[in-house]
């Protein structure tokens, strides 16, 4: 293409507004959809841990149908966490610079380190050691392939006598204790890598980290019931409406803390008027205002937490049916809001100039590496490796008392 | 299986695995912090940087805004030919006069930076504007700042761009993995992912030119001498730095985000970020 035909492509874009640095008036930003996507998986596996973390280590009894669902989707998320920073990597091959020569002061050289700890000291174990006990029981009982994947899974130890499978509870307990810090350091680095870009306004915030989590809470709690109420409709089984209840309490007060935060961090933005002030409110009003105020803001926080506080105050007086389309209706909107947010941040972040006199322009990409067809399969392959995951250790045919607690359909018990 | 295999066994074979995993990594990192020492990024042999600082200062007043220093460091340093990556550029500010009785000391300000302000490619020129409208104009020379607190270095995550010992600020693309943090850790604009190699770059002062005792490109170039380039730690008698540094007031860029960039701009104007 001819440098001037370029050139007069570029001026006739009409998104471009004011006056933005000549590197950054690239249609397509610098970090696209895949980045949106990468927050939002890592979330989620936050999230679900928590409210995993809840039955082990806050012992919620009633929160016991969903602790191995709440872990196996925890773990299919973190499969698919690293892959949209690299597909979106310049040099993917490259990638295990990351791990072999960290940069230390860089919170993106971090990210070998929180993911390896996490998937395998954290997630990867406390699931080996609740399973364990059905791995050998399962091993002996399931032939074919089946048998074959449990077999493996027993890494060779066979012992499920009573104390060994004590050991396994209480050593399940403490890498819950010491998961809830690693969940909060896996999404609160993610945070840390937006909020400590000071050339960035809309980034550059003590908050990022804190309001990422308690997002992450919100979002992969949301998923938990979703993804429970799904399983159960599947399997043509009642969700336990009293597991319900209680996961939809959780996860009202974590989204009152996610709110609140949310809120502050616009309050003090407000008040404290600093030189961006100006260009952030025009953001937030205009190239923002469908995916900040309508779809997260109000679709995504308010219009949930009403319907959760009006279920707080007189659950009793409605019936079960509704109080299960609710939840789940409330779980998919907080979802979409969650999603929205990482949009807002990341793609919101880079559509006004770091001179602060313009705005840059969004082109929707469909095909390419940054595009909307790569990260909705990216955003879906967790789904379906959780599925296989479901089939493999959560089987009516292996487990088939999944609504009760799992140490009911233990062997050893 | 055999039941000697514990799961001590297995667990202690995991945890020998990660700390193997552990000490390769710090060993890598090591090996690369001395790999860093030693490179001589486009220096001829027997350079040594610690020997040298350079600066580039900025007059703002002298500079009439031609372009030719964005052409020539296109042409030095082969910046990709399309026309939105630039490692410098000129900005043209005009602050319009504000209306009457509006009771303000300036009007309207525009700011533009056409095609990077390279006038001489035959491309679109800055748009005019009425002078009777105009209180002020000026053009800025836009480079990178050298800040001796790099926030682009600083977030790197493996350590592909670095600070040399004189004084340039520097990226490795045969080591850079085209994250692009560094881009968005640059206050100033100043970085850009080249489409061709998919790595970050950047100005480099033209390291394989100063270090050869030439100055930059945009240096040489400039008709106005609006760019000053000198080495602090060799000053010779009545060199342009020295002689700036003593003659003009100068503040650098975006100061309060603690950068500290050490190119100083002389005859800044408040409406300049």
């Excluded at chain 1, 050691?129 to 399931?142: G, K, L």
């Excluded at chain 1, 008027?273 to 205002?289: N, T, V």
């Excluded at chain 2, 270090?211 to 240096?219: Q, S």
């Excluded at chain 2, 400039?222 to 060199?239: H, V």
């Amino acid at each position: 293409m001819s440098l001037e035909l370029t050139n007069n492509i570029i001026e006739a874009l009409p998104q471009i507004e004011g006056y933005v640095y000549p590197n950054e008036g690239n249609v397509h930003p610098l970090w696209s959809v895949p980045i949106v996507v990468y927050p939002y998986i890592t979330g989620l596996v936050a999230g679900a841990f928590i409210m995993a973390s809840l039955v082990r280590v806050f012992n919620v009894k009633v929160l016991e149908p969903v602790y191995r669902l709440a872990l196996l989707t925890a773990l299919a998320f973190l499969l698919c966490a690293p892959l949209p920073l690299l597909f979106h990597l310049g040099h993917p091959e490259r990638c295990f610079e990351v791990m072999m020569t960290p940069h230390l002061s860089s919170p993106m050289a971090m990210f070998g380190f929180v993911y390896a700890w996490y998937l395998m000291a954290v997630l990867l174990l406390e699931l080996w050691f609740d399973y364990r006990a059905d791995f050998v029981h399962w091993s002996q009982t399931e032939r074919g392939l089946r048998g074959v994947v449990y077999r493996l899974f027993t890494l060779g130890v066979h012992d499920v006598s009573e104390k060994a499978v004590q050991l396994d509870a209480r050593m399940g307990k403490i890498i819950s204790v010491v998961g809830i810090p690693s969940a909060f350091l896996l999404h609160g680095y993610v945070g840390f890598i937006f909020g400590s870009i000071k050339a960035n306004p809309w980034w550059g915030n003590v908050l990022m980290p804190i309001i990422f989590i308690f997002s992450a809470i919100v979002s992969g709690m949301a998923l938990c019931v979703a993804m429970y109420m799904v399983l159960s409709w599947a399997r043509r089984v009642p969700a336990d409406i009293r597991c319900l209840d209680s996961m939809k309490t959780f996860l009202f007060y974590a989204l009152v803390m996610d709110a609140a935060l949310e809120g502050l961090d616009w309050l003090h933005r407000l008040y404290s008027a600093d030189e961006s002030i100006q260009i952030l409110k025009s953001l937030a009003f205009g190239k923002l205002f469908n995916s900040l105020l309508i779809v997260q803001a109000c679709l995504g926080t308010l219009v949930p937490l009403v319907v959760l506080g009006i279920m707080q105050l007189v659950r009793r007086e409605i019936p079960v049916v509704i109080r299960r389309r609710c939840y789940f209706t409330t779980s998919v909107l907080i979802l979409t809001g969650v999603l929205a947010m990482r949009w807002n941040v990341v793609i919101g972040g880079q559509l006004f100039s770091k001179s602060l006199r313009g705005f840059t322009a969004y082109k929707f990409d469909f095909a390419g590496q940054e595009g909307w067809l790569l990260s909705g399969a990216l955003l879906l392959l967790p789904f379906i490796i959780l599925g296989v995951f479901v089939k493999l250790f959560l089987s009516e045919k292996v487990w088939p008392a999944h609504g009760s607690s799992p140490a009911a359909a233990s062997p050893a018990s | 299986m055999s039941e000697g295999l514990s799961r001590r066994h297995v667990l202690r074979r995991l945890g020998g695995a990660l700390a193997g995993a552990v000490s390769l990594t710090a060993a890598r990192a090591a090996k690369a912090a001395v790999q860093k020492g030693l490179a001589s990024a486009d220096a001829p042999k027997g350079y040594d940087p610690s020997q040298h600082k350079w600066l580039m200062a900025i007059d703002v007043e002298r500079c009439i805004g031609c372009g030719s220093c964005v052409e020539a460091c296109k042409a030095e340093n082969h910046v990709p030919d399309s026309p939105v990556y630039f490692r410098t550029w000129i900005e043209r500010y005009l602050v319009l006069k504000p209306k009457l009785g509006a009771g303000e000391t300036r009007g309207e300000v525009i700011v533009d930076s056409p095609n990077g302000g390279m006038r001489k490619g035959g491309l679109k020129d800055f748009k005019p504007v009425p002078k009777e409208e105009i209180l002020r104009g000026f053009y800025v020379p836009k480079l990178c700042n050298l800040c001796e607190q790099s926030p682009c270095s600083q977030v790197c995550p493996v350590g592909a761009t670095f600070d040399t010992p004189d004084g340039a600020v520097l990226v490795d693309s045969k080591y850079c993995i085209g994250c692009g943090f560094c881009i968005q850790a640059c206050p100033y604009g100043c970085r850009f992912m080249n489409p061709v190699t998919r790595t970050a770059e950047k100005c480099t002062l033209c390291y394989h030119r100063i270090t050869r005792g030439l100055k930059p490109a945009c240096v040489e170039v400039c008709p106005g001498e609006a760019r000053i380039f000198g080495d602090l730690k060799n000053i010779a008698p009545d060199d342009p730095i020295q002689r700036f540094f003593e003659t003009r007031k100068a503040q650098p860029l975006k100061p309060h985000l603690g950068t500290k960039p050490r190119v100083q701009y002389a005859g800044l104007d408040m409406e300049v970020r």
